[in-house]
């Protein structure tokens, strides 16, 4: 008789089917704006695949960014420079697939808006038909300004990034914290407003001084989502793999780590290698029985 249970194979991706699971009102760009002034702090954490992209929905954040970080923390490289657009594209549908009521912004790699405006909107466009983002990040303030605008003007709601830059780590001859001078203060503020003005609906200020932070924030509409740049923010942001102690590097000093994931995956690996060397798995409850005893002549002699 044919066995007619269903098996999950390599992990199944549902506890409890979409239907069941509660549904809170989805966040979007308008909603989000509409925090601008209240006490509700705007939370975002990056993901770049299905299951942290469910368990950062499950825990109430309110944007995953589909960041380009993932060319560090995922995929080993030294920098931002070399994730591509399919990379990034590939990862935001996962995550889609994953977030129900966060808004999900994906990254626009280096190279993919250092182009015309009218490549960087099809650039855009590809991460919102294809990934299924709601909305793109780019980073750089005044000097983007004009593609700011190309993309809001396409209907394509654009979260801007200043200060710390890590894709003008060339440029800038490394990543350095940005605004510590009066004239550095007032630069990013110029940019700020330069975004602000172009159309953006959020802007992530990374990697500057506490107090500076404030002052940007107050003197915005829209909301500002801090990375290193104090508690000042309307929102933070974090990288996931930095949070959860899975970025195997010194975590940066703005970062506090929640959980040491990797040193549970170090102990859950080395179980399983001992138990694979001395055969203590599989166990018989990891096998599947036969219906029937095979008789001694089973294989016909063949
Ligand atoms: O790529 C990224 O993760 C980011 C955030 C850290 C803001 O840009």
Redesign the pocket.
């Known amino acids: 008789m044919a066995d007619n249970t269903e098996h999950p194979v390599y992990g199944s991706t549902s506890e409890t089917a979409p239907t069941e699971r509660q549904m809170p009102s989805k966040v979007t760009v308008p909603s989000l704006v509409a925090r601008k002034g209240t006490a509700k702090k705007i939370l975002c954490l990056?993901a770049y695949d299905y299951p942290t992209a469910r368990l950062v929905d499950e825990a109430g954040f309110d944007l995953i960014?589909v960041?380009?970080?993932m060319a560090n923390v995922v995929l080993g490289h030294a920098s931002?420079l070399k994730i591509s657009l399919d990379q990034i594209i590939s990862a935001t549908r996962a995550v889609k697939r994953a977030a129900d009521r966060p808004l999900v912004v994906a990254?626009m790699p280096f190279g993919t808006y250092h182009v015309s405006p009218a490549d960087t909107a099809s650039n855009a466009l590809r991460l919102i038909r294809e990934g299924g983002a709601q909305a793109v990040?780019l980073e750089g303030g005044e000097a983007r300004a004009h593609l700011v605008r190309t993309l809001v003007d396409a209907d394509i709601p654009v979260m801007g990034?200043i200060g710390l830059l890590?894709q003008s780590v060339n440029a800038r001859g490394g990543y350095r914290v940005q605004g510590k001078t009066a004239e550095g203060a007032r630069q990013l503020l110029n940019d700020a407003l330069a975004l602000e003005e172009a159309g953006v609906f959020a802007i992530?200020l990374?990697g500057v001084p506490a107090n500076v932070a404030e002052r940007i924030s107050e003197r915005l509409t829209v909301p500002t989502i801090g990375?290193g740049a104090g508690g000042g923010c309307d929102g933070q942001?974090l990288?996931f793999h930095d949070v959860m102690g899975l970025s195997l590097g010194p975590a940066p000093k703005f970062v506090k780590r929640y959980a040491n994931v990797a040193e549970i995956m170090r102990t859950a690996l080395g179980e399983l290698v001992d138990d694979m060397r001395t055969g203590d798995f599989p166990a018989e409850e990891h096998t599947y029985p036969t219906h029937e005893e095979l008789p001694d002549d089973w294989d016909y002699g063949i």
């Open positions: 990056t960014l960041g380009d970080s931002t990254d990040k990034h890590p992530v990374e990375i942001i990288v």
